[in-house]
């Protein structure tokens, strides 16, 4: 498609200047046609890969270099037109950011969009409805309300009955979006805390008396929440938030597969009850962010039912697994759980961010309303009574679009060919005698690192200490690699640090990658191990390698 080149908008004079009259052109009126914004926008409507393409430098730029274009802390005094700012946000901004929907862009949890995001979003951001309060969103809350219905079914498959009884129900909530994967872990895990330390005689509840007062009325040392050790950060962020204690966050050795050790829960749950610790929350995963892996949903229900206490799944990534037949397995028993994290912005597809917590039990919420007799009255049936945060804008718009245009069967094959070009990579990672497959991928993350044949050789001989020494060599070159190929700009795959059991669980850097993006195929995947491996031939890194033979 062609690509129309920007040129300078039309002025009447030299510099902008501030009144009254320009002030209500800039809400009223829109840029000219041949202006450097709409052209801009054209150019981005009839192309968006094109302009995604052309317009993001490859090679990267030193963020001390792009902090130079953004130095200056005073508020400009005098106005700049339109056409100048928009100039400057295409040479300074868009040249130097990241590239998130190119199909070589697989090391995060950020892929390419549906083109009619583009639009709609235009749509949401015009009517700017505010989802807090019925008389600021109208028929967006009932959007949202449906959006909410319809992953709640996809989730808990409840009959037609339950839904036309609650989805709009006034005071009740199937659930509610939110900004992110974490808003949702934190909604889901402040309502948890409070159904645990409710309202009981003189005690007016933990969200009226506090946590000290809860711990000394219901009798107990403290309280925790048990989840992986894979674990998403935001878990920790709500403990912060809700006065839990980042301590409290037991976190629990996973197996050789990266999943969830349930029996190791149950010893600990059993160990904290007898010390006068109150279970009141435990979290399965259903995709961990590092190697995607699936906790025991099953398992860990069942476990969850013996304690008493809320069951959480954090499916942020693997939620929309839910939509294929052949993978779904993989996340039996969320059904059971008492509330369900699933952000849209990852493979619903949507931009971000967008969030969504679900609770099983409509009732849940409850525990977490706030009222205000301004807004989010009681009795009405506005959103704000049972979210976080306040103002909230009309997201619910997009996924409503994604869930009707792509559709049960579109996320189907989205997930599919995900999962199985994951499973296509991960086999020219074990076949290749360079590389060291790390994590199997069960969903579409897994891990991996480059380990030439004769360091390989040289690992699975070496005693613990050697092998710890070597492996701290490899983390080295790892993390060279990874920034190497990042700043080369062709391809990018992230990093982390996981303990293996087939290391004896010493710390060791692998390379992340997640597959997602429905634009990325199998050359390009093959593309990306070969430069890896044209960058370990280099000879500083050649230079790294050979340290190994003197250890």
């Not at 510099?15 to 709409?38: C, G």
């Not at 730029?61 to 295409?90: A, G």
């Not at 103002?391 to 599919?416: C, E, F, T, W």
Request: glycine share 6%.
């Amino acid at each position: 498609m062609r690509v129309i080149p920007i040129s300078n908008a039309r002025r009447t004079s030299d510099s902008a200047t501030a009144s009254l009259d320009t002030l209500f052109k800039i809400f009223t009126v829109p840029e000219q046609p041949d202006s450097t914004l709409a052209q801009l926008d054209q150019e981005i409507s009839e192309n968006l890969h094109g302009f995604l393409q052309d317009r993001i430098v490859a090679v990267e730029k030193s963020l001390d270099e792009v902090e130079k274009d953004f130095s200056e802390s005073q508020i400009p005094d005098e106005p700049i037109y339109v056409s100048d700012h928009t100039d400057f946000l295409l040479k300074k901004l868009v040249a130097h950011s990241v590239h998130t929907a190119s199909p070589s862009f697989i090391g995060h949890m950020t892929s390419a969009l549906p083109h009619f995001m583009l639009p709609l979003s235009k749509i949401m951001i015009a009517l700017n409805q505010n989802l807090v309060k019925i008389e600021t969103s109208r028929a967006f809350t009932p959007l949202e309300r449906q959006v909410v219905g319809m992953m709640h079914r996809l989730v808990y498959n409840q009959d037609n009955a339950y839904y036309d009884d609650w989805m709009h129900k006034r005071n009740r909530y199937l659930g509610s979006l939110c900004s992110d994967g974490t808003i949702a872990n934190i909604t889901a895990l402040w309502a948890a805390r409070n159904n645990a330390f409710r309202a009981s005689g003189d005690f007016a509840g933990i969200q009226q008396d506090g946590w000290a007062a809860a711990l000394q009325h219901y009798g107990y040392r403290n309280g925790a929440i048990l989840v992986s050790e894979r674990g998403h950060y935001s878990i920790s962020k709500a403990a912060d938030l809700l006065g839990i204690g980042r301590n409290n966050i037991v976190p629990i050795i996973t197996r050789s597969d990266y999943t969830v050790d349930v029996a190791k829960m149950r010893a600990t749950c059993r160990k904290l009850a007898g010390s006068g610790t109150r279970v009141f929350a435990i979290v399965g995963i259903a995709g961990t962010t590092e190697t995607g892996s699936v906790d025991p949903l099953d398992s860990l229900a069942d476990l969850a039912q013996e304690v008493g206490c809320h069951y959480h799944v954090d499916a942020a990534w693997g939620g929309p697994t839910l939509f294929s037949d052949k993978h779904s397995g993989l996340l039996k028993g969320i059904d059971r759980a008492d509330s369900v994290t699933i952000d849209a912005h990852k493979q619903l597809y949507t931009p971000l961010g967008t969030g969504i917590v679900l609770f099983k039990n409509p009732e849940t919420s409850a525990a977490i309303e706030q009222h205000a007799d301004y807004v989010i009255r009681k009795g009405s049936k506005d959103l704000g009574i049972a979210t976080l945060e306040g103002s909230r804008p009309g997201m619910a718009l997009l996924v409503n679009a994604g869930l009707h245009i792509i559709g049960k069967q579109g996320y189907q094959l989205l997930i599919d060919q995900g999962i199985e070009k994951a499973q296509y990579f991960a086999r020219l990672i074990a076949r290749d005698p360079d590389f060291e497959l790390i994590s199997k991928p069960q969903l579409n993350i897994f891990t991996y690192r480059l380990v030439p044949a004769a360091v390989m050789k040289a690992l699975k001989k070496a005693s613990p200490e050697r092998r710890e020494k070597i492996n701290s060599v490899l983390n080295k070159l790892t993390v060279q690699i990874q920034k190497t190929q990042r700043q080369r700009g062709k391809a990018f795959v992230s990093r982390t640090r996981l303990k293996p059991h087939a290391h004896g669980r010493q710390s060791i850097v692998v390379f992340r990658v997640v597959l997602a993006n429905p634009l990325t195929t199998h050359a390009i995947l093959q593309q990306v191990l070969d430069e890896q491996k044209e960058i370990a031939r280099e000879p500083v890194f050649q230079a790294i390698i050979a340290t190994i033979k003197d250890l």
